[in-house]
């Protein structure tokens, strides 16, 4: 499997180090993040993607950015910094919580090569939370698994996943995948509905990669099939990941999510969202009215890449005057999910339900 990991800093290059994730499943590339510039590519351009490993890459950009401004107005410019890596992805708030997070380590207080260490060892405590939570969510999601499981007399469990959250969009095991793992080494058995999640197949490419890697059984459908499989109880749960969950419950995730989150609801089939704190957005309160949702650039929807004798190749597949429209996530809203599974447990997806397991976040004058 290579580094079991999606990103780390190399000690003896002292750089930081990412698999490239546009590249797989068809080649596995180490490539090379050495600078704040490097670190809001990477990010924008999707090198690194997944909101839990968007949130690590900002905190290690954070850092680069301030081996850069070593004698050079060092606090103010990391405002500047911290900003302008917020806008390379608007939708998962790992980023800015890792960026803000990153900016209350440092202080005028220290000296250059003090508040570089400081957001040194900020980077690295963040991407050792993000897989302790991973962890954590997988304990939790592996009970609701085995309770499937036991139901149906030890049958495969089917489970539905959407997108990749998987631990290539965190650090380690992932978060709607982190269960699945966990099922599978425990020997249950499992099998994976994986959507192959258009438009840039985030699914079809590095699930079923990573899923193929660890040897669990798994099955690659167009996004359109997940209805009629739950119409077929072809499905026992969906489990999906977030990019920003509001205090009532309501989930960005990957654009298609709300699709499958209706069709679970119409067929009565469990709709769980495995998700960090660090994806929790405190502020909001109505996802659908309040989570910025990124449009990207067309060519993702007009253009496919695959694999043709050996080589990589990306071909058109609309007519070329055709308009394209490309909003990357979409938002399921609350009452369509049957419960959070985060790293303190499970809970309803309302806001006493989140509070329950973060009490420390409930507003002091209520
Ligand atoms: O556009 P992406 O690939 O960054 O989108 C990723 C997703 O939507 C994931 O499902 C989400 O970040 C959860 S990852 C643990």
Redesign the pocket.
């Known amino acids: 499997m290579g580094n079991p990991q999606s990103i780390w800093f190399n000690p003896e290059k002292n750089i930081v180090e990412a698999i490239d994730q546009r590249l797989l499943p068809f080649e596995h590339v180490t490539i090379v993040i050495g600078t704040l510039q490097e670190a809001r590519n990477a990010i924008s351009e ?1 090198v690194v ?6 949130g690590v890459t900002a905190a290690y950009g954070m850092y680069l950015a301030a081996r850069s401004y070593v004698g050079n107005n060092l606090m103010a410019e990391m405002n500047w910094a911290g900003e302008w890596l917020k806008s390379s ?1 608007p939708t ?1 708030v790992n980023l800015a919580f890792a960026v803000d997070e990153a900016l209350t380590v440092i202080s005028d207080q220290h000296t250059d090569s003090e508040n570089i260490q400081l957001l040194y060892e900020y980077a690295e405590t963040l991407k050792k939370r993000e897989i302790d939570f991973s962890k954590k969510i997988g304990l939790f999601g592996l009970e609701l698994i085995k309770a499937i499981s036991e139901r149906n007399g030890n049958q495969p469990v089917q489970i539905l996943t ?5 631990r290539l ?2 650090v380690e095991l ?3 995948t982190a269960p699945i793992y966990l099922a599978h080494e425990a020997g249950i058995l499992v099998h994976v509905w994986v959507d192959e999640t258009r438009p ?1 197949n ?1 699914g079809a490419r590095l699930t079923a990669w990573e899923l193929g890697e660890a040897g669990i059984p798994h099955t690659v459908i167009p996004d359109n099939a997940g209805g009629h499989l739950m119409q077929h109880q072809m499905v026992d749960m969906v489990i ?4 920003r969950t509001t205090l009532n419950g309501d989930v960005a ?2 654009i298609g ?1 709300y699709l499958k989150a209706l069709a679970a609801f119409d067929n009565d089939i469990p709709f769980y969202v ?2 960090p704190s660090t ?1 929790i957005d405190w502020n909001l309160r109505d996802g659908i009215l309040e989570i910025p949702i ?1 449009q990207r650039d067309g060519g993702e929807v007009s253009m496919m890449e695959g694999i043709v004798d050996n080589e990589v190749r990306q071909f058109r597949i609309i007519p070329e005057r055709s308009a394209v429209a490309n909003y ?2 979409d938002v399921t809203p609350a009452r369509l999910v049957t419960a959070l599974i985060t790293e303190k447990g499970v809970c309803e997806a309302t806001r006493e339900g989140i509070l329950s397991l973060f009490p420390e976040r409930r507003p002091i004058n209520e």
Do not use: W, Y
């Open positions: 999707m993607r997944g909101a839990p490993l968007i992805r998962a959407h997108c990749n959250a998987g969009a965190c992932g978060t709607a840039r985030q999906v990941g977030s990019d995730n990957k999510t495995a998700l994806t990124e990357g996530f």
